[in-house]
């Protein structure tokens, strides 16, 4: 491996491009048609690349090519330098009155009903002609996203046990989680000292086993004495989770504020039951390589601001 400083005069951001294409689609052929080479100068673009570094980042066979250990590493930095540079330039634009630029958030259901359309009003008066990209996803595939810098920031439950070295995290607000059931599941009838039974013999649908989540629902269940409840569907999305309990006779949770969207409308109903409080607070997770970027410090404040305007 060269040392750093003999690398500086050499890598170009062009070099950058090419790298995060080729993890994408490790077909030379294909990447140089991207970038608009011939087949050869792709070809000599990864062998100068791989002089540079002194290392071999692809392997090559008859199928074509495949990375090596250094080559996904080289990837992954690949990818987190231009994830720099889009942000970067999003910053700038919008440092300018009116500016132009894009911020890619990735979201978990909880934010969905209040937070996050207190944010975008926010946004929408300090940077009207921002586009915002929303993603939603689960807690690992999202945080894998940031820490690639595929998204900006997250929007979502903090869970301190998935918030690796390269992340900060800020706490906003904490939020009740209730059980929900169709507006026509006859367990919203039944007798209070009933439900702990009934519920534990329910089939349900949530996130995942391995979520916060559904480890709250279980301990609840067999601290009244009952056995473990069956998950018989899993689903992170709210949309298919109602719709899934409104027509059946399935149990749910979900966090109060999206929880009350459904039961106003009459497509759902919450049990009188008491979930223990859960420990993963609503906030901000973003990279820690950016913790000084004055978007992301907007970002959050406009998220403490409209924190502030929620019912």
């Not at 491009?17 to 030379?28: C, E, I, K, Q």
């Not at 607070?281 to 305007?309: N, W």
């Amino acid at each position: 491996m060269k040392d750093f400083n003999s690398l500086l005069g050499r890598l170009r951001l062009r070099h950058f491009d090419f790298l995060d294409r080729l993890g994408t689609d490790a077909n030379l052929g294909r990447v140089a048609t991207e970038m608009n080479m011939v087949h050869s100068t792709a070809t000599k673009m990864l062998q100068d690349i791989e002089d540079t570094l002194g290392l071999v980042l692809f392997t090559r066979n008859r199928r074509g090519i495949r990375a090596t250990p250094g080559g996904e590493t080289m990837i992954k930095l690949a990818r987190l330098i231009l994830s720099d540079l889009r942000a970067g330039h999003a910053e700038l634009s919008i440092v300018e009155k009116g500016g132009v630029g894009l911020i890619r958030i990735g979201v978990f259901p909880v934010v969905t009903a209040e937070l996050l359309p207190a944010l975008y009003r926010q946004l929408r008066q300090s940077a009207p002609r921002l586009d915002i990209a929303i993603e939603d996803g689960d807690e690992l595939r999202l945080t894998e996203r940031l820490s690639g810098g595929d998204i900006d920031l997250i929007l979502g439950r903090i869970d301190a046990g998935r918030i690796t070295p390269d992340l900060r995290h800020r706490v906003l607000y904490h939020e009740e989680t209730v059980v929900v059931c169709g507006a026509q599941n006859p367990i919203a009838d039944a007798a209070p000292e009933d439900l702990p039974r009934l519920m534990s013999e329910a089939e349900w649908i949530l996130p995942t086993t391995t979520t916060g989540a559904s480890r709250m629902v279980s301990t609840w269940i067999v601290n009244a004495g009952y056995s473990p409840p069956r998950i018989g569907v899993e689903s992170i999305s709210a949309l298919t989770t109602a719709g899934l309990l409104s027509k059946t006779e399935l149990l749910g949770i979900f966090p109060l504020s999206v929880g009350r969207s459904f039961t106003e409308l009459g497509l759902l109903r919450q049990l009188p039951v008491s979930l223990p409080k859960t420990e993963f607070p609503v906030g901000v997770i973003y990279r820690r390589a950016q913790e000084d970027s004055s978007i992301i410090r907007t970002l959050i404040d406009h998220c403490i601001t409209a924190t502030r305007h929620l019912s």
